[in-house]
């Protein structure tokens, strides 16, 4: 049996050596990008991506326990008193660990300290428990009232908007669907501020709403930009005879990369994760800028058609830039817009512009 043991870790030891040697192989500057840049570079690096200050974790931590965020605090005073049982201890270290190392990062995302949410919904709920049974529901009424204000908030901000500036066009069940989910989320608020020891429950009712009905009530403008593959496989017939293809945001430049099957796609006035990639020799014709994206169409408009997928979301409020050329064809739909050029000598066709 321990012949066994060891004949096995070995064969694992081996096969972690394969791979890592024929990663090496095909790429030898991998261990160079995937440890330095990506870990200690965009962990300590002035110029790290998504900078934050130190402080940024605490807002997300309260906006993350939401519908609970008013237990947070009495939750962490509770934790501090009985750091020496052993649970509450490991609890409040599974808590603090990721929360402060990822506090000391120069990047910063949101969902970087989602790990501490798990042992803080333990500690929020033992909180929970031991208020119930003390009649202590100052916090629990609270976090109803709390509730409540939120709700009422983004149900007021939302129809301000929906009459000032319309989020929605044409989607009244998205509209119907947004409203009950606010309405949901201050009705369960508010029968807890009323009655905390018989609703203590409600919050969780508003976020399966939440959860539940958001995704089917978002503006079509969101699920176009959070989703450009789908206006993107609207026109892959087009965008097949493409020669050469532009975007300029990476999202959409993946989009159009997985649905056509290439990676040929040049980035426009854009490089975000791919800075380091895009140092390479080989892959410095892969940018163009504003400035010479007009003489970068026109050369390779000689080679054939030329497919360029933007996203103007925040660029020039929303209009098709001008140095697209004329007679290409074009797509637009809410903040995206596809234009495939002609190949430089072609006739223009009867209809150049297209809107769904």
């Known amino acids: 049996m321990p012949w066994k043991a060891k004949g096995g870790a070995n064969n694992g030891l081996g096969g972690a050596c394969w791979a890592w040697r024929a990663v090496h192989r095909q790429e030898a500057d991998f261990w160079q990008f995937f440890f330095w840049n990506e870990h200690i570079r965009r962990f300590a690096g002035t110029k790290a991506q998504h900078a934050a200050p130190f402080w940024f974790f605490v807002p997300m931590l309260f906006a993350g326990a939401l519908p609970w965020a ?25 808590l603090a660990m990721p929360f402060l190392f990822f506090s000391l990062s120069k990047g910063k995302l949101p969902t970087y300290i989602l790990p501490c949410f798990v042992p803080l919904a333990l500690l929020m709920a033992n909180t929970l428990v031991d208020k119930l049974r003390q009649r202590d529901v100052s ?82 403008s969101v699920v176009d930009n959070k989703m450009p593959d789908q206006f993107i496989a609207q026109h892959l017939d ?47 014709s892969r940018k163009v800028t504003s400035e010479n ?34 007679g290409s064809e074009v797509y637009h739909e809410n903040n995206l817009l596809i234009v495939v050029t002609q190949r430089r000598g072609s006739p223009a066709p009867p209809s150049a512009s297209k809107t769904p």
Not at 195 to 203: C, S, V
Not at 242 to 267: C, I, P
Not at 273 to 284: F, R, W
Request: proline share 6%; glycine share 8%; charged share 15%.
């Open 70 to 94: 008013m237990l947070v605090v009495p939750s962490l005073k509770r934790a501090w008193r009985d750091r020496k049982e052993c649970r509450i201890a490991f609890l409040s270290l599974w």
């Open 139 to 220: 916090a629990v009424s609270g976090n109803g009232l709390l509730n409540l204000v939120v709700g009422s908030l983004a149900l007021l901000g939302l129809v301000v908007a929906q009459i000032v500036h319309p989020i929605y066009t044409n989607q009244p069940v998205q509209v119907v669907l947004a409203l009950l989910v606010c309405i949901g989320w201050a009705a369960c608020g508010f029968a807890q501020w009323m009655r905390p020891t018989r609703h203590w429950f409600a919050p969780a009712l508003g976020i399966w709403m939440l959860i539940a009905l958001l995704p089917a009530a978002m503006p079509q």
């Open 238 to 284: 087009v965008l097949k005879t493409s020669k050469s293809l532009l975007s300029n945001e990476l999202g959409t430049a993946s989009a159009l990369a997985w649905r056509l099957g290439r990676s040929d796609v040049t980035l426009l006035d854009v490089q975000g994760e791919l800075q380091y990639g895009l140092t390479y020799s080989d892959a410095s």
């Open 293 to 326: 994206v007009a003489t970068w169409i026109a050369d390779r408009a000689e080679e054939g058609p030329v497919g360029i997928v933007l996203d103007l979301s925040g660029k020039s409020n929303a209009v098709a830039p001008s140095w697209i050329p004329p």
